[in-house]
């Protein structure tokens, strides 16, 4: 009897995690790690390191030229099953790629901080300042979340495109063993950083629709991912 009532574990290797998240009716669990934002590229990369394109309907062409965050989030998703040990994955993807590195407008800032490297030349501190806004741009554990829409699981990213506008839904296909991935301008985000989104956002599921509750607007709005 002592037996039955053991706790079944399984350990996985896996790089060192910043955040996980789970979906219990899929049995999905999606696991995010930073990573150097080297090729600042549209794209995902499979087991096999090849990497893989996709479109993007609603990117401009003022955001393909932008500068992007130093980061991203790469997302492992794995697949349990209920009456087996056997574990599934899909192709690693990014989310926070395409978040647009605004450049600072505020000549306070600038002048602090010129006061504060006085002993640099111009260059370095034009470079320390791109540093610090590409950091400022990447994609926080907040802005992610994984919800369940018409029996398909979604990672859904907020503010995924330009400076904040964008919403990223990745499908996670476990039937077909691949991502969807899409991005909708929504510019009810435009404007929020990230401390507005952490406190003031939040994302939900009513009657498969996707519901992204504001605090700051005192708004919920609805969307539907089959209209996207």
């Not at 996670?172 to 956002?201: M, P, Q, W």
């Amino acid at each position: 009897a002592a037996r039955r009532q053991l706790v079944k574990t399984q350990v996985l290797p896996h790089d060192l995690a910043a955040s996980f998240w789970y979906e219990s009716t899929t049995r999905t669990l999606v696991v995010g790690s930073y990573k150097a934002n080297e090729s600042q590229d549209p794209s995902v990369v499979d087991g096999s390191n090849r990497r893989i394109s996709y479109s993007l309907d609603d990117l401009d062409r003022s955001t393909r030229s932008a500068t992007f965050p130093s980061a991203v989030m790469a997302m492992k998703t794995l697949f349990f099953s209920k009456n087996s040990a056997a574990v599934e994955t899909l192709p690693t993807f990014s989310v926070g790629a395409l978040r647009e590195v605004e450049a600072r407008e505020v000549e306070n800032e600038r002048h602090e901080l010129l006061l504060s490297l006085e002993t640099f030349d111009s260059t370095k501190m034009e470079k320390l300042i791109k540093k610090a806004d590409a950091e400022n741009a990447v994609v926080l554990p907040t802005e992610i979340f994984l919800v369940n829409l018409y029996g398909s699981v979604y990672c859904v990213e907020l503010g995924s495109l330009g400076s904040g506008q964008g919403i990223g839904l990745t499908k996670l296909d476990r039937e077909a063993g691949c991502i969807h991935v899409r991005h909708h301008n929504f510019e009810a985000l435009k404007g929020y950083n990230t401390i507005d989104v952490e406190s003031t956002i939040s994302v939900g599921v009513i009657d498969n629709l996707l519901c992204i509750f504001s605090k700051k607007a005192e708004t919920t709005y609805f969307l539907d991912v089959a209209d996207i």
